[in-house]
């Protein structure tokens, strides 16, 4: 017996046709592994020469049996002393003062004699009220003081308060901890202002990590401590110690020459830190400390 139909009005219909979806692509299944430019492929897609031939040029491999660690083996083969033994060379400093802290760097990168970068940023701002500085390796302290930066940041998220410095020079010295004897080099100070006031920290690549009032790291640094021990008070006016900051800097750069290019200082206080130097070129400064003794700066 055959089915009744029900009158559908014109609107009824209407939405019913509005609502009809095309099934065709249903009957080539196919279609689902082509791309929008099928059209246009030859014999249904591309040869896998095709593919070789979009590879990019690269530079050849050394013609040894283990180009990757060449240098190691070397190295312990004792064939090429000192082919490894990477010279670093800069300068940065940190001192506790009644007025919080002063951080002073240069930003010249060098590799022994050859000099790479005149304009390096060895001061990483961790957070509004936190800075590290960078000693030892580039690559190795930029990475692992910005990955220091991500852990303070998901440190205030979950515990909807800003890290403390001693905290966050513990994570630093436990990642270091971690690496010990894989490479790194990094000497780093950590220095900033929490609930228990300015507080300065130096964390290396063995996993050290001293709380002190005066540091001062890199290859200049036994320059810079001469000019610190000199001139350093706790007592000291923000003016007094931003000028001493500076001076030790160029006094390092002037004797180190793997430290150079421009000083920069930071003041670390209650509400934050202010960059008080941007960059002042050490040529500069050198005639200019030169003319308040009276002399050229060519002697």
């Not at 220091?148 to 800003?162: S, V, Y």
């Not at 007592?235 to 020459?257: C, K, P, Q």
């Not at 150079?260 to 960059?279: A, D, L, P, S």
């Amino acid at each position: 017996e055959k089915q009744k139909t029900l009158p559908v009005s014109n609107s009824r219909q209407g939405e019913m046709a509005a609502a009809a979806i095309d099934m065709s692509f249903l009957e080539d299944p196919a279609s689902f592994g082509k791309s929008r430019f099928h059209e246009h492929d030859i014999g249904g897609g591309n040869d896998l020469q095709d593919f070789q031939s979009c590879e990019p040029e690269a530079f050849a491999m050394a013609p040894v049996e283990n180009p990757k660690t060449f240098c190691m083996d070397v190295k312990k083969a004792g064939v090429a002393p000192g082919l490894m033994d990477f010279k670093h060379g800069t300068t940065t400093l940190g001192f506790v003062f009644q007025g919080g802290i002063i951080i002073a760097v240069d930003s010249r990168a060098s590799m022994g004699s050859y000099i790479g970068s005149q304009t390096v940023k060895k001061v990483i701002e961790i957070n509004d009220f936190l800075l590290g500085t960078m000693a030892g390796g580039a690559a190795d302290c930029s990475f692992w003081e910005r990955h220091l930066t991500r852990l303070c940041r998901l440190h205030e998220l979950r515990d909807k308060e800003r890290i403390s410095v001693a905290a966050a020079s513990k994570l630093l010295a436990n990642i270091f901890w971690q690496y010990r004897g894989q490479g790194l080099s990094c000497g780093t100070m950590v220095a900033g202002w929490d609930k228990k006031g300015p507080s300065l920290y130096m964390v290396d690549d063995q996993g050290d990590r001293h709380k002190g009032n005066v540091f001062s790291v890199g290859s200049g640094s036994t320059f810079a401590y001469g000019v610190l021990d000199t001139g350093y008070r706790y007592d000291l006016s923000v003016e007094e110690a931003v000028e001493l900051g500076r001076r030790s800097i160029y006094h390092a750069t002037h004797r180190d020459g793997a430290s150079g290019g421009v000083v920069r200082v930071y003041h670390v206080h209650e509400k934050g830190w202010t960059k008080v130097i941007g960059g002042e070129d050490v040529n500069s400064l050198h005639y200019m400390y030169a003319e308040q003794k009276g002399c050229k700066g060519d002697e």
